[in-house]
């Protein structure tokens, strides 16, 4: 587990991540993450990936032309 504290820099909230953190993520400065909502109603941080990416844009869609129906089934 890695613990960061949200900081204030100018109008945004920022999260500082440790070299560790980001070796774990297989990430760098620059590289894009994602905050993606897990079943259990917490977020898990993903490196971007297209493959991943392309998934959750079609799943966004999918959920933007269903909204009313996934509504009434939550």
């Not at 953190?21 to 994602?34: C, F, Q, R």
């Amino acid at each position: 587990m890695f613990e960061t504290k949200i900081r204030k820099v100018g109008n945004s909230a920022v999260l500082t991540l440790s070299k560790e953190a980001l070796a774990v993520l297989d990430a760098a400065e620059g590289d894009t993450i994602y905050l993606v909502r897990t079943d259990d109603g917490s977020l898990a941080l993903r490196r971007h990936e297209d493959d991943f990416a392309d998934a959750m844009r079609a799943a966004e869609d999918v959920m933007d032309e269903n909204r009313k129906a996934l509504q009434a089934l939550a």
